[in-house]
């Protein structure tokens, strides 16, 4: 199982490692389906030298084709980066939830690419490492979460017991046999509440909890740990993105109710 650094400065800290700014031409090499509507995107090329990905929220802007055929960026997780791939040379994959009904540009390149297709990816601008002294970890993620959520099993492999609860159709199998003993997956049913779940899971202040699906599915997840008193240092919550909202900010708050 490929690894990612745990921060060093502090316990509980994130230390941040700047990457050069980059926005790179790739060329896609493979494509294949992958579990749950996801699409795998095999990406090379010689601007791949020099990509760094450390932490487990990094990701890319992936530049495609808008409405009126300017260029569009969405944000994608850099699920694995191999310095030398099956192609010898680097390789860097993208697993690219393909969402039916309200379509987007992202996922509309995504079902149609093809072998050969050109295609411009900038960063990622920087990673934020792991943090080091937690007891345990919860992870949370709806489909397009799971190429994070795999990276913060793989940063947390060996160091702390971690809990993944998957939602909205993020399927176990998408995590190999390691990862999914390490995370122990329990995966919600539509039927399911995320919320009444959360509430049943081991979280104190020695609990790391990490989130990224649906902004606002998240929204009472983040409530109830906030009243819970569970400290900012413990939570990184994240829309990735908004039902009925194209290109959502991730940046903006999860609750505009309760900026933070
Ligand atoms: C840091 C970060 C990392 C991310 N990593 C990944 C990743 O690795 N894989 C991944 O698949 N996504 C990932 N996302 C989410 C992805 O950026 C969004 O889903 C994005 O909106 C897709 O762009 P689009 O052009 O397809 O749709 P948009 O043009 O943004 O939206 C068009 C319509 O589609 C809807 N929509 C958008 N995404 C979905 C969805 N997943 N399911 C159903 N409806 C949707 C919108 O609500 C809107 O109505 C990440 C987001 C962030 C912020």
């Known amino acids: 199982m490929h690894t990612f650094p745990l921060s060093t400065s502090a316990p509980r800290s994130r230390d941040a490692v700047r ?3 980059r926005r ?3 060329v896609v090499l493979r494509r294949r389906e992958v579990a749950g509507g996801l699409v795998r995107l095999t990406l090379g090329g010689d601007d791949l030298a020099g990509f760094t990905s450390l932490g487990p929220e990094d990701h ?11 260029l569009v960026g969405r944000d994608y997780t850099p699920s694995e980066f191999r310095p030398l791939g099956a192609s010898s040379g680097p390789e860097l994959d993208l697993d690219v939830v393909v969402h039916v009904g309200a379509s987007g540009p992202a ?3 995504a079902a149609a690419a093809r072998e050969g297709d050109r295609v411009e990816v900038g960063g990622p601008r920087g990673s ?15 489909p397009t979460g799971l190429p994070a959520l795999r990276r913060w099993v793989r940063a947390f492999a060996g160091v702390l017991p971690v809990h993944a609860v998957l939602f909205g159709g993020a399927a176990a199998h998408y995590l190999d046999e390691a990862e999914v003993l390490a995370a122990t997956p329990q995966v919600l049913e539509p039927h399911h509440d995320l919320l009444e779940v959360v509430r049943t899971q081991d979280v104190d202040d020695d609990t790391f909890v990490w989130a990224a699906g649906e902004a606002s599915a998240l929204v ?4 109830h740990l906030k009243e819970q008193g569970l400290p900012k240092t413990n939570r990184s919550l994240h829309g990735y993105w908004k039902r009925g909202d194209a290109g959502f900010d991730h940046h903006a708050p999860l609750d505009p109710a309760d900026p933070d």
């Open 220 to 223: 009472p997840v983040r409530r």
């Open 24 to 26: 790179r031409t790739l």
């Open 60 to 70: 890319v802007k992936l530049f495609v084709p808008g409405a009126d055929g300017a």
């Open 19 to 21: 990457h050069e700014p």
């Open 107 to 109: 996922s509309d390149w």
């Open 128 to 142: 934020k490492l792991a943090p080091a002294g937690f007891r345990n970890a919860l992870l949370i993620a709806d």
